[in-house]
T-cell receptor, first 117, second 116 residues
Framework: NAGVTQTPKFQVLKTGQSMTLQCAQD?????MSWYRQDPGMGLRLIHY???????DQGEVPNGYNVSRSTTEDFPLRLLSAAPSQTSVYFC????????????????FGQGTRLTVV | DQQVKQNSPSLSVQEGRISILNCDYT??????FLWYKKYPAEGPTFLIS?????DKNEDGRFTVFLNKSAKHLSLHIVPSQPGDSAVYFC???????????????FGQGTILTVHP
């Protein structure tokens, strides 16, 4: 049981290049999401998905694209990289349910450190 | 507009003492609150959570208190250990099944250092 796996761990891009950050989970979680972490700002939600075929925007979606064709995978695409997208990116998944009135926590991947030059 | 705020960027405590980390929120629709711990070069890991129907939740050395009227929560670590040194994030989300479920809003984080 690997949990949430992100690849790559590090990436350097040139301005204008595109790339896809991969995220896979093996816990059969319905909910998956992408966050970016910047100094002094905590983690901010980019996009999220409540199930295969369903995605929605978070707080900072501009410049990013997502799709969810399977329960396991939730890739994040940078369409045309900009220096402002230099950040650490985290993918997370959580079980979509209502267990006795309590919510359930999100499990995070190890992160992808992206530098755009 | 920062809906979840951790106003103390850092906290330093002595081993064995209590650590108290604070968090304030502004959105009254938040229904569920979580604390995450993060070590450098790793993803956040879940620590403890609390539903808005409770005012306290304990798990070993960790206790989370929620004051809904003040829109304030705190994490108490007793006794603190050097291995607790990390960045602590509080996060909030809406009710399961609602449109905000699964969307976590994080505070800026507090760096906790526990000295031996």
């Amino acid at each position: 049981n690997a949990g949430v796996t992100q690849t790559p761990k590090f990436q350097v891009l040139k301005t204008g290049q595109s790339m896809t950050l991969q995220c896979a989970q093996d816990m059969n979680h319905e909910y998956m999401s992408w966050y970016r972490q910047d100094p002094g700002m905590g983690l901010r939600l980019i996009h999220y998905s409540v199930g295969a075929g369903i995605t929605d925007q978070g707080e900072v979606p501009n410049g990013y694209n997502v799709s969810r064709s399977t329960t396991e995978d939730f890739p994040l695409r940078l369409l045309s990289a900009a220096p402002s997208q230099t950040s650490v990116y985290f993918c997370a998944s959580s079980w979509g349910g209502w267990a006795g009135g309590l919510n359930t926590e999100a499990f995070f991947g190890q992160g992808t450190r992206l530098t755009v030059v | 507009d920062q809906q979840v705020k951790q106003n103390s960027p850092s906290l330093s405590v002595q081993e064995g003492r209590i650590s108290i980390l604070n968090c304030d929120y502004t959105n009254s629709m938040f229904d569920y609150f979580l604390w995450y711990k993060k070590y450098p070069a790793e993803g956040p890991t879940f620590l403890i959570s609390i539903s808005s129907i409770k005012d306290k939740n304990e798990d070993g050395r960790f206790t989370v208190f929620l004051n809904k009227s003040a829109k304030h929560l705190s994490l108490h670590i007793v006794p603190s250990q050097p291995g607790d040194s990390a960045v602590y994030f509080c996060a909030a989300s809406g009710e399961a099944g609602g449109t905000s479920y699964g969307k976590l809003t994080f505070g800026q984080g507090t760096i906790l250092t526990v000295h031996p």
